[in-house]
């Protein structure tokens, strides 16, 4: 009985020693051990050539002064959270998503600065959220402007920024459609759980009449149901106000929930016509703007401003709030000056920036009815100016669609601030990118499988 046991306990502390063997053999193999990633990746891989073109040094010099030298944990390296954060908004992705992926893909660690492949996740998804703090605006904007140089790195047509092309959108907050009902609702949620929260006594939680209530609400555009669904509106309001009142009495009037209740006065007190209007509690400086289009009247967010070049590259991305168009452009040039050290020569942009003609040492120009002293050639070469300028749409609908411009997940007025600029560092990170694999291919695939002098002396240098 006493030798069964012995053997049982053996033959366990041997499992238990394979299992660290079989991990240990595995990270000391000598494929491993001596073959690095840029050894196994392939050098004609897009991410692998973009992370070559990057110069990382800036970042390290510039973000290093946000650390502390002697005091606190050790941080992640910058060049693996700038890496990360480029590589969210290229692949648009969440920042769990891109964390995630890491682990799972060779040449996102090589991208961000790993030498040997790594099966676990590099850090947290909420270490994204306190570097993005940390560098703030400006730190936002360097990488924009690393973007930029790639770009012109990458191709020499996009050096060229003497003429420009500006144009504004909506950049949409992640909020609900906003209705009184809604954000009625939402008040009487959050004043229930504070209640619950900090144990107050509270006269009647209306557990059963808001149940009611909401049947009530439902199906309000029916002609029978309209009227019911108005009075259950105004009755809705009538309990959200009695429960911030109560609120307000219990906490007194220096607590900590002073802004929140603040906030749902303001909610209660806003009418049809009133302004400056709030359309969520967790959002309150979402701008309600209009932008003329058929299938969406109107759209919750900010409004940003993009200027492109010719040849295609994003130079200038700013977040607005709710401004005319010609009061965004001097905004919007000076962060060019600041981007690519000039202004552009030649501006031109739609009807909507009517009013300002002339910027520093820039000409901006828009649609008008042509002047009869205008020759010919006058004429056509304005006519494929403004035909150029709409080239901008796209590049705003790849912004959307591909670089999470499309909703805003970033929070306040510094998530609409960076949220712009990372979309557009992604935009020329994404278009360095396939330049690089255009390139590629034409020097592979050339007829009779020729390569030109030139093409021979890039890959050389390579």
């Known amino acids: 009985m006493f030798g069964n046991i012995c053997k049982i306990l053996y033959l366990y502390s041997l499992k238990l020693a394979n299992i660290v063997m079989l991990s240990t053999s595995e990270n000391k193999s000598q494929s491993c051990f001596f073959s690095t990633l840029e050894d196994q990746l392939s050098p004609k891989h897009s991410l692998f050539k973009l992370a070559n073109l990057i ?25 693996l959270m700038c890496g990360l954060l480029i590589l969210k908004h290229v692949r648009n992705v969440s920042d769990e998503s891109v964390v995630e992926q890491w682990s799972e893909n060779a040449y996102y660690q090589y991208f961000c600065g790993g030498i040997y492949f790594t099966p676990s996740v590099p850090c947290n998804s909420t270490e994204l959220v306190h570097f993005r703090k940390r560098i703030g605006e ?31 959108t909506v950049q949409e907050k992640n909020i ?22 900090e144990s107050l006594p509270i006269r009647q939680t209306y557990t059963y009449t808001l149940k009611q209530l909401f049947l009530d609400q439902r199906f309000r555009n029916h002609p029978k ?20 009142r109560e609120l307000e009495r219990n906490l ?18 806003q009418t049809r016509k009133s302004k400056d209007k709030f359309y969520s509690l967790h959002e309150p400086n979402t701008e309600c703007i209009g932008k003329g289009k058929e299938h969406k009247k109107y759209e919750f967010g ?13 130079i200038g991305a700013l977040s607005f709030r709710k401004e005319y168009d010609g009061h965004t452009v001097c905004k919007a ?13 030649l501006l031109a942009g739609d009807r909507g920036y009517r009013g300002i003609k002339e910027y520093q040492t820039t000409k901006i120009v828009i649609p008008s009815v042509p002047l009869k002293r205008d020759s010919r050639y006058q004429k056509e070469k304005e006519r494929k100016l403004f035909r150029s300028r709409a080239a901008i749409e796209p590049t705003i609908g790849h912004l959307k669609t591909d670089h999470r411009l499309n909703r805003n997940f970033y929070k306040g007025l510094f998530g ?8 557009a560092a992604a935009y020329n990170f994404k278009r360095a990118m396939n330049a690089l694999w255009c390139y590629i291919f034409s020097c592979f695939f050339t007829p009779n499988n020729s390569l030109k002098k030139e093409q021979l002396n890039y890959l050389a240098t390579k």
């Open 55 to 79: 110069d990382w040094q800036l970042f390290e010099d510039s973000f290093k002064q946000f650390y502390s030298k002697h005091i606190g944990r050790p941080s992640k390296p910058i060049r």
């Open 138 to 168: 400006e730190g936002i904007e360097l990488i924009l402007q690393e973007s930029i140089r790639v770009c012109q790195k990458s191709n020499k047509e996009d050096k060229n920024t003497t003429t420009a092309f500006i144009d504004s």
């Open 176 to 197: 609900t459609f906003p209705t009184d009902a809604k954000l009625l609702k939402k008040v009487i949620k959050k004043c229930l759980e504070i209640n619950k929260k």
């Open 225 to 244: 149901n309209c009227h019911k669904a108005k009075r259950a509106d105004k009755k809705l309001k009538t309990i959200a106000g009695r429960l911030v």
């Open 252 to 269: 007194g009037s220096n607590s900590v929930y002073q802004s929140f209740l603040d906030l749902c006065n303001r909610v209660l007190s």
């Open 302 to 314: 900010n409004k940003v401003s993009v200027i492109r070049t010719a040849s295609g590259v994003i």
């Open 333 to 345: 040039l000076e962060q060019v000056k600041r981007l690519i050290g000039k202004y552009p020569k």
């Open 416 to 423: 609409d601030a960076i949220n712009i600029m990372l979309a």
